[in-house]
């Protein structure tokens, strides 16, 4: 049976995305389709295009081959205001406390909830005084994921959120990130812990160098291998 959400225009389409580097190949002929109201897992090795294809998504990168649009925008100024891009390294200045970082994004952002950011930051047994150079990986990482899903988006792209941070973290994080999600919203999360974000996922797309290997519904890939997503991911990969 078709559902709403699938009935839906994607809020996230490519038709033959290609981007390289040079004679790298990051993405090759990409075509995808991602609906809103869904959590959907971007997996694959290091190196295989998850970063890249989220770039070219946030309005990162511009010079692409291809079609991309983000809930039927170009990737731009214009689609910028329509999604949350968390990228896979610290954006944020050493010096700055916690409290900072909110006001930046309220005055950066007009979707900026700044009472949710508080709230997500308390959520995360931060102290907001502290310095960004003082918190752990860890801490920063909750940090930015706080002000990354404090937004009023109708994508949100994390690259990575849960890399680097122990097992007890992850599970937190995870926690503050669907505590706040709203039901009409397509959050895409590129990772290689498939085992950590199992749980959550609605469904999941595979890529290896620059394409999509394998794509579907979480549970109809576990009905179909027999198997768990993070087993499938593992004889995908060997």
């Known amino acids: 049976m078709t559902t709403p959400a699938q009935m839906r225009h994607p809020l996230i389409s490519t ?53 991309a649009r983000i809930a039927g925008l170009v990737p731009g100024p214009a689609s910028k205001a329509k999604v949350s891009f968390l990228p896979d390294t610290s954006f944020l200045p050493d010096g700055a406390r916690a409290s900072y970082c909110v006001d930046l994004y309220s005055d950066f952002f007009e979707d900026f909830d700044a009472a949710k950011a508080h709230e997500l930051i308390r959520f995360f047994g931060l102290d907001e005084s502290m310095r960004l150079k003082a918190m752990s990986k860890g801490m920063r990482e909750k940090v930015q994921i706080a002000l990354a899903m404090s937004r009023q988006a109708e994508v949100f792209l994390l690259d990575e959120p849960i890399s680097g941070v122990d097992p007890a973290a992850r599970q937190i994080i995870l926690d503050g990130i669907l505590s706040t999600l709203e039901e009409d919203s397509l959050l895409l999360i590129s990772t290689h812990l498939i085992h950590d974000l199992e749980p959550i996922l ?7 160098h620059g394409s999509v290997v394998l ?6 890939l576990r009905a179909a291998h027999g ?12």
Do not use: H, P
């Open 227 to 238: 198997a768990s997503l993070d087993e499938i991911f593992k004889e995908t990969y060997r």
């Open 215 to 220: 794509a579907g519904e979480a549970d109809d």
């Open 15 to 67: 038709k033959g995305l290609t981007k390289t580097f040079g004679r790298i190949t990051a993405i090759d002929s990409l075509d995808l389709e991602l609906t809103g109201g869904r959590i959907i897992g971007l997996l694959g090795e290091n190196g295989c295009g998850k970063t890249t294809l989220m770039k070219i998504l946030a309005g990162v990168i511009s010079d692409y081959q291809g079609e």
């Open 202 to 208: 609605d469904s999941v797309v595979m890529m290896r």
